[in-house]
């Protein structure tokens, strides 16, 4: 009998829509969200100082990269005094590219795993749509799409814990323009509250998450459960030196930080920008990416990242550090072990856990 390809994608999307259902039932661990919203500013506090699983579930398919999530990631980041951590996530490669825009169902469930891997040791968790290429390029081809992702993972996620965070979306930049971006993200966020009125979420500017960019991002003014996102890589000849993803990048290499008292002020200038934004506008801030690229020398690299952490928590700024155990990694997979100056760097040693858990690692 010959089926044809309409019918095969119809079938699809209804078993994947009942498997996805199936994954929120009251079997979940998780405990269900309070009904009053929380506190933007003490969730911002919970996510304090926080760690990205970079290159893993934003890959095309995870492993392209190089990095396959893996339980004990989760312990050792708890054990070395972390809060938080932010997942990455392209759902883009794994959702149907027509109406209903259906999520992979074991895909989903991947996503699942990492969230109780973090839950369960007590980790807060931002998930995001992060690497959605084509809305970059074409907004308007992709809004629906968009859209009914988050509708589909707010649904699912509608009565867990009020420790997941949503991220919008990562990095807005392109065609996705600032007026665009204002428009989707508003449209999003109203998606988001039919299912999950009291979920917190972060949203950043158009360009790139550029603070820069903070003056043009238009919240809605009547929803104060929302923490605004930032990334922070500058000086970017010293962060993305030798990153063979940006042009140019291999005659940056041999560039220091020594942290003059300039090189200090430009960061502390920057940094207290955010703030006053956030003060102004009463949102709570976040940095979701800071990170120098391992093509720097390591004393710059733990220098930089030393002195960027303790100025964002100087200013009430939670962040997320760029990223776990990739090209920027804190961890080394060759050894097995941390990279200690950036580690320490990250978190001081009088700041780390005294019983670490689920790990023989400890600071050195």
Not at 109 to 131: E, G, K, Y
Request: aromatic share 12%; net charge negative; glycine share 4%.
């Amino acid at each position: 009998m010959r089926i044809s390809l309409n019918f095969v994608i119809l079938i699809f999307a209804a078993l994947s829509i009942t498997l996805i259902s199936a994954c929120s039932d009251d079997s979940n661990p998780v405990a269900p969200e309070n009904e009053t919203p929380p506190d933007p500013f003490a969730q911002n506090a919970r996510l304090g100082r926080g760690m990205n699983l970079g290159n893993a579930l934003e890959a095309p398919n995870e492993g392209d990269w190089g990095v396959t999530l893996k339980s004990e990631y989760f312990g050792w980041i708890k054990s070395a005094g972390f809060n938080s951590v932010r997942i990455p996530i392209r759902w883009s490669t794994h959702a149907l590219a027509n109406a209903p825009y259906t999520i992979h169902p074991n895909f989903l469930l991947r996503v699942d795993w990492a969230i109780t891997q973090a839950l369960s040791r007590n980790l807060a968790v931002v998930i995001n749509i992060h690497h959605y290429e084509e809305i970059m390029q074409d907004p308007a081809a992709h809004k629906a799409r968009f859209l009914a992702l988050w509708e589909q993972l707010a649904n699912h996620y509608r009565d867990q814990s009020s420790d997941i965070f949503f991220e919008i979306l990562n990095e807005p930049n392109a065609n996705l323009t600032t007026t665009i971006w204002n428009q989707y993200l508003q449209e999003a966020i109203a998606v988001i509250r039919q299912t999950n009125p009291t979920r917190t979420i972060i949203v950043g500017p158009a360009f790139w998450y550029n603070s820069s960019a903070l003056n043009s991002l238009v919240l809605p003014a009547d929803d104060k459960n929302i923490i605004v996102a930032v990334h922070f890589y500058s000086p970017f000849n010293f962060t993305h030196q030798g990153a063979d993803w940006v042009p140019g990048s291999g005659a940056w290499l041999g560039t220091t930080w020594s942290g003059t008292p300039a090189e200090q002020q430009a960061i502390q200038n920057e940094i207290t920008l955010i703030a006053n934004w956030g003060i102004t506008n009463n949102r709570p801030m976040n940095i979701g990416e800071f990170g120098a690229y391992s093509a720097a020398d390591i004393d710059s690299r733990a220098r930089w990242t030393a002195f960027v952490a303790r100025t964002a928590e100087a200013n009430d700024i939670s962040w997320h550090y760029w990223e776990f155990i990739a090209g920027f990694g804190v961890y080394n997979a060759t050894t097995n072990d941390w990279n200690y100056p950036l580690l320490n760097a990250l978190i001081p040693k009088s700041l780390a856990l005294t019983a670490p858990q689920e790990s023989a690692h400890t600071h050195q």
